[in-house]
């Protein structure tokens, strides 16, 4: 190699070392030391003792971490209804209508709004003694339920803020992909008599669902991830209503101590992801129009 592309190699090379030194402090070597005090008891203030695959047998035992995810699963179910929303309100903002722009805006502040702030007005909200939700259902003569206090309302609570916060993201995503078909297939379909149902079964639904595709597997990778809301909202309560994986990797880690143990639930929680996101790849093929 001559001496100038040698000189041009270390010029490239000393533009990429800010980058490649963060990446490695802050990802690849945290993401290596995680796997080996996985296999380790480490309590916050000792030192890392190896004990092998331990921990990952422990936690296959572990009925609260199995809980956790079943917590996750039920939280899963903003999913669809957060998804049927957000196609409702694109194809509404999609329209030409005066002032659209405008209503565009207000579905997405949610989403652009701190999830803390927001978690804990909506925590004032659900308030028993002087929330304004139980105000306005005393209005209509219904009771209303203890919200967060009660281990039968807490989630349902939760997946109503997430869906709140969660439709004008999808919505926007929904709206580029209602922006991206093709009017001459509408135009063509109307020629042959097709109904606004039959266009949108045929036409919309079809090229819409490699948005819908993404829309799911972020749901799902969101739902096993879900953390502020829970911390600031309910505390994994009450009792354990509400503790999700990433809410136990947290009391683990945080509160009692258990490093080791926390980070083998971190890598189960990823096994679960992958697994998770790597099947919905693989049946994409059977409803994912184009593929």
């Not at 990429?16 to 309590?43: G, K, M, N, Q, R």
Request: glycine fraction near 6%; aromatic fraction near 18%; charge should be positive.
């Amino acid at each position: 190699m001559k001496k100038r592309q040698i000189q041009k190699v270390i010029v490239g090379y000393s533009f990429l070392a800010p980058s490649l030194i963060l990446v490695f402090t802050f990802i690849l070597y945290p993401l290596v030391w995680s796997i080996y005090i996985s296999l380790c008891d480490w309590p916050s203030f000792g030192t890392p003792t190896y004990i092998g695959f331990k921990n990952y047998i422990n936690l296959f035992r572990d009925s609260r971490w199995w809980r956790s995810l079943v917590h996750s699963i039920y939280f899963m179910l903003n999913i669809p209804i957060s998804i049927l929303l957000a196609m409702l309100v694109a194809i509404i903002m999609n329209q030409s209508l005066k002032g659209i722009i405008l209503f565009r805006t207000l579905y997405y502040l949610p989403v652009i709004s701190p999830s803390i702030a927001v978690a804990l007005v909506w925590a004032l909200i659900y308030n028993t003694d002087f929330g304004i939700l139980n105000y306005f259902l005393s209005l209509l003569g219904i009771n209303g339920p203890k919200w967060l206090a009660s281990t039968k309302w807490a989630m349902p609570a939760v997946i109503l803020y997430s869906i709140w916060k969660g439709v004008g993201y999808n919505m926007v995503i929904y709206l580029a992909g209602l922006q991206g078909i093709p009017e001459s297939l509408y135009e063509a379909a109307k020629i042959d008599g097709a109904s606004s149902w039959t266009l949108f079964r045929y036409i919309t639904l079809p090229m819409l669902s490699p948005t819908t595709f993404f829309l799911i597997i972020m749901g799902i990778i969101g739902g096993f991830r879900v953390f502020d809301v829970i911390y600031v909202m309910t505390h994994g309560g009450p009792g354990d209503a509400t503790v999700t994986p990433l809410y136990y990797i947290y009391q683990q880690a945080f509160q009692w101590f258990r490093m080791g143990y926390a980070s083998s639930i971190a890598w189960l929680l990823f096994v679960f992801i992958f697994s998770a996101t790597l099947v919905q790849w693989y049946i994409r093929k059977s409803w994912v129009f184009g593929e």
